[in-house]
């Protein structure tokens, strides 16, 4: 879960699927959530948010082989825009983390300033790990398991 914020949250989208109509729930989730830059996407070990980028960044075209940054960090993926422009996604894995002084050591400021600026697209998993580095506006993805092949997504926009 999200650490509190003073920050106002928005609810954008409420969803749930199974790995059987995730592709579904891809396609309204970009369609609802696209024009955001960065992607905070919370949820337990296993909840299945490496999986759910794996299959954004299918819909999205990226050519790269996309895997889980757990080790390296950060992950660089390019993708087509509607326009043909080339687009950058930057995953990042927040999890082995220690803290927030860890991540800016390790790039990912440098990352969200360029997602920050509409250059670049960050998708991170464990953001509590260094939440202090996500300026709004962001969205807030949380993953919920709610059984074996169940999920719920929620969706808030903090920040204005």
Same mark, same amino acid.
């Given at each position: 879960?999200?650490?509190?914020?003073?920050?106002?949250?928005?609810l954008l989208l409420q969803i749930s699927y199974t790995l059987t109509?995730?592709?579904?729930?891809?396609?309204?989730?970009?369609?609802?959530?696209?024009?955001?830059?960065?992607?905070?996407?919370?949820?337990?070990?296993?909840? @299945? &948010?490496?999986?759910? !980028?794996?299959? %954004?960044?299918? $819909?999205?075209?990226?050519?790269? +082989?996309?895997?889980?940054?757990?080790?390296?960090?950060?992950?660089?993926?390019?993708?087509?825009?509607?326009? @043909? &422009?080339?687009?950058? !996604?930057?995953? %990042?894995?927040? $999890?082995?983390?220690?803290?927030? +002084?860890?991540?800016?050591?390790?790039?990912?400021?440098d990352c969200l300033a360029q997602a920050c600026r509409g250059a670049?697209?960050?998708?991170?998993?464990?953001?509590?790990?260094?939440?202090?580095?996500?300026?709004?506006?962001?969205?807030?993805?949380?993953?919920?398991?709610?059984?074996?092949?169940?999920?719920?997504?929620?969706?808030?926009?903090?920040?204005?």
């Amino acid at each position: 879960m999200p650490v509190s914020s003073p920050l106002m949250e928005d609810l954008l989208l409420q969803i749930s699927y199974t790995l059987t109509d995730i592709d579904e729930a891809v396609v309204k989730f970009w369609d609802v959530c696209g024009s955001y830059h960065v992607f905070a996407f919370s949820g337990d070990l296993g909840a @299945g &948010k490496t999986t759910f !980028i794996h299959k %954004l960044c299918d $819909y999205l075209h990226v050519q790269d +082989a996309v895997s889980s940054p757990t080790f390296a960090l950060i992950n660089e993926y390019h993708f087509s825009g509607q326009n @043909g &422009k080339d687009n950058t !996604i930057f995953h %990042l894995d927040w $999890y082995r983390l220690r803290d927030t +002084a860890e991540a800016i050591n390790a790039g990912m400021e440098d990352c969200l300033a360029q997602a920050c600026r509409g250059a670049a697209f960050c998708f991170i998993e464990w953001p509590e790990k260094a939440q202090e580095l996500l300026q709004p506006p962001y969205l807030w993805i949380n993953i919920e398991t709610m059984d074996i092949t169940r999920r719920e997504m929620t969706v808030k926009r903090v920040g204005k």
